[in-house]
Nanobody, 126 residues
Framework: QVHLVESGGGSVQAGGSLRLTCTAS????????MLWFRQRPGQKREGVAA???????NYLDSVWGRFIISQDKGKNTLYLQINNLKPEDTAMYYC????????????????????WGQGTQVTVSS
């Protein structure tokens, strides 16, 4: 059974950085598409970063250059490094996974992903 647990969120000032962690069990990195989604207050959940079986990555346009997704296959851990945080990054951040390669053409459609963590809150003050 796949289980995803996020951590690393917190309250930070604008311009700061955070590294979010998703610890996975029940799956093998390299066989799953792994993603980070976020849900900002009053908005729908949106995908922000994805990493596929071969290490290919993709990002939501608005976070390019500030968000970096990575994984440690030996530790079965997914990371999201967020730099130069902005107040609009305030959100609950979720880890998601689905067996197989990422569907790159429709990667941000959340219904495609079966496994989700409980989320970690990031709050950015100006």
């Amino acid at each position: 059974q796949v289980h995803l647990v996020e951590s690393g969120g917190g309250s930070v000032q604008a311009g700061g950085s955070l590294r979010l962690t998703c610890t996975a069990s029940g799956l093998t990195f390299g066989n799953y598409c792994m993603l980070w989604f976020r849900q900002r207050p009053g908005q729908k959940r949106e995908g922000v970063a994805a990493i596929g079986n071969t290490g290919r990555t993709n990002y939501l346009d608005s976070v390019w250059g500030r968000f970096i997704i990575s994984q440690d296959k030996g530790k079965n851990t997914l990371y999201l490094q967020i730099n130069n945080l902005k107040p609009e990054d305030t959100a609950m951040y979720y880890c998601a996974a689905e067996r197989g390669e990422c569907p790159w053409g429709t990667v941000w459609l959340e219904y495609q992903y079966s496994f989700w963590g409980q989320g970690t809150q990031v709050t950015v003050s100006s």
